[in-house]
């Protein structure tokens, strides 16, 4: 029954966890690109603004020099390629391993074995998303969900004092430099990088790999990057009018860039984006999505999906939701920890699990707009 319970978690789990890449060029600096209609004038007019954006390398594998890696991991075998949604860096296969291989190869071609040879890279696959969503909120609830089925096969003598199930279950630290570790590397706001070995014959450290992707998070340029997402045009009204930078920035802190338009409710600039964001220092970005009708619909959709995933894990923060005050009607919180506030048949969706604020933060943010919504013309 347990194992039912994981496998539904791990069935439900890809569909909240989304992220999206932009594409740019080799260059590491940053370039002047116009958004049009995303700042927002302390006298309350929407105008056209210049937006500095981060450029991508040409491919997954330039983000950080190929010397630079050899000479953190050891020496490449191939140069390394473009693979899996990253960069695949290829090692030398150390002596006593290639003299294993060649055993159990010899082993296999002795007893006429006719099994295929499922021997994998010796390498590892460096990943750099940008514009991601963290999941994390739902991670946490899962393992909060999985540590209690540990905790009732235990006797009561041996049980650990309970813990929250709303701890992260992978924190990061300020010595770490993530917000979250995983993976050898981990999130720092709206970025993840990421090195994961193709086999688990990998030799080279994790404290390597590890060094390896705070190096390359240290390369990003601390900006938006350009969405590629353009293929629906932007009819409602600008979504930057809900709140101005200098009301973001009391909660925030200082914006590395005037509030922009972006795509698919995340940080990525899309001229004609449904979503407003709001950068700040180290790739936070608090992500603003106004619904100007069926604001009633959008918030039934997060609590819908919120059922469904109660029947797995319990959400009691989600649950006591609607008892939060203020000058709305209704209130949400979604499993991957979007805030969704409506008033009348308008609501507002406000991501802030990737912001430098947290949730209280995202709700002073968020009375402003309400009203401001509830007021506006789209």
């Given at each position: 029954?347990?194992?039912?319970?994981?496998a539904?978690?791990a069935?439900?789990f890809?569909?909240l966890?989304?992220?999206a890449k932009g594409?740019g060029s080799?260059e590491?600096?940053?370039?002047e690109?116009?958004?049009?209609?995303?700042?927002v004038?302390?006298?309350?007019?929407g105008?056209?603004?210049?937006?500095?954006?981060?450029?991508?390398?040409?491919?997954e594998c330039?983000?950080?020099?190929a010397?630079?890696?050899?000479a953190?991991?050891?020496?490449?075998a191939?140069p390394?390629r473009?693979e899996?949604?990253?960069?695949?860096?290829?090692?030398?296969v150390p002596?006593e391993?290639a003299?294993k291989?060649?055993?159990?190869a010899?082993f296999?071609?002795?007893i006429?074995s006719?099994l295929?040879?499922?021997q994998?890279?010796y390498?590892?696959?460096?990943q750099?998303d940008l514009g991601?969503k963290?999941?994390?909120?739902?991670?946490?609830l899962?393992?909060g969900k999985?540590?209690?089925?540990l905790?009732?096969?235990r006797?009561?003598?041996?049980?650990?004092?309970?813990?929250s199930?709303?701890?992260?279950a992978?924190?990061g630290t300020?010595?770490?430099?993530w917000?979250a570790v995983?993976?050898?590397?981990?999130?720092l706001g709206s970025i993840?990088?990421?090195?994961?070995?193709?086999?688990?014959?990998?030799?080279?450290?994790s404290?390597?790999?590890?060094?390896?992707?705070?190096?390359?998070r240290?390369?990003?340029?601390?900006?938006p990057f350009?969405s590629?997402?353009?293929?629906?045009?932007?009819t409602?009204a600008d979504?930057?009018?809900?709140?101005t930078?200098?009301?973001?920035?009391s909660?925030?802190?200082?914006?590395v860039?005037?509030?922009?338009?972006?795509?698919?409710?995340?940080?990525?600039?899309?001229?004609n984006?449904?979503?407003c964001?709001?950068f700040t220092?180290?790739?936070?970005?608090l992500?603003?999505r106004?619904y100007w009708?069926?604001?009633?619909?959008d918030l039934?959709?997060?609590?819908?999906?919120?059922?469904l995933?109660?029947?797995?894990v319990?959400?009691s923060e989600?649950q006591s939701?609607d008892t939060i005050?203020?000058p709305w009607?209704?209130t949400?919180i979604?499993?991957?920890g979007r805030?969704v506030?409506r008033k009348?048949d308008?609501?507002v969706?406000?991501?802030?699990?990737?912001?430098?604020t947290?949730?209280?933060g995202?709700?002073?943010?968020g009375?402003?707009?309400?009203?401001?919504?509830?007021?506006?013309?789209?």
């Amino acid at each position: 029954m347990r194992a039912f319970h994981v496998a539904m978690i791990a069935c439900l789990f890809p569909a909240l966890f989304a992220c999206a890449k932009g594409e740019g060029s080799n260059e590491q600096a940053t370039r002047e690109v116009k958004v049009q209609g995303t700042a927002v004038s302390d006298r309350g007019g929407g105008a056209a603004s210049q937006v500095p954006l981060g450029t991508r390398p040409s491919d997954e594998c330039g983000w950080i020099p190929a010397a630079e890696v050899e000479a953190l991991v050891g020496p490449l075998a191939e140069p390394p390629r473009p693979e899996m949604g990253g960069c695949m860096y290829t090692l030398q296969v150390p002596a006593e391993l290639a003299a294993k291989r060649a055993k159990i190869a010899e082993f296999q071609k002795r007893i006429g074995s006719t099994l295929p040879n499922d021997q994998k890279p010796y390498a590892f696959v460096l990943q750099v998303d940008l514009g991601v969503k963290t999941g994390e909120r739902a991670e946490r609830l899962a393992m909060g969900k999985m540590a209690s089925w540990l905790e009732d096969a235990r006797p009561d003598s041996t049980r650990p004092a309970q813990q929250s199930p709303t701890q992260p279950a992978s924190g990061g630290t300020q010595s770490s430099g993530w917000d979250a570790v995983r993976f050898n590397g981990g999130r720092l706001g709206s970025i993840d990088v990421t090195a994961i070995p193709e086999t688990s014959e990998l030799r080279v450290p994790s404290e390597k790999l590890r060094e390896l992707t705070a190096r390359v998070r240290d390369r990003i340029p601390d900006l938006p990057f350009p969405s590629r997402d353009n293929v629906y045009q932007q009819t409602e009204a600008d979504p930057c009018t809900l709140l101005t930078g200098e009301e973001a920035e009391s909660v925030l802190g200082k914006l590395v860039v005037a509030p922009y338009r972006s795509a698919s409710d995340g940080p990525l600039a899309l001229s004609n984006g449904r979503s407003c964001a709001y950068f700040t220092a180290r790739h936070h970005a608090l992500i603003v999505r106004p619904y100007w009708s069926d604001g009633k619909f959008d918030l039934a959709a997060t609590r819908g999906v919120g059922g469904l995933m109660s029947r797995v894990v319990s959400d009691s923060e989600a649950q006591s939701a609607d008892t939060i005050e203020g000058p709305w009607d209704e209130t949400a919180i979604s499993v991957d920890g979007r805030l969704v506030l409506r008033k009348g048949d308008r609501a507002v969706e406000i991501e802030y699990e990737t912001s430098s604020t947290d949730k209280a933060g995202a709700l002073r943010l968020g009375k402003i707009m309400v009203e401001r919504l509830a007021q506006a013309r789209p």
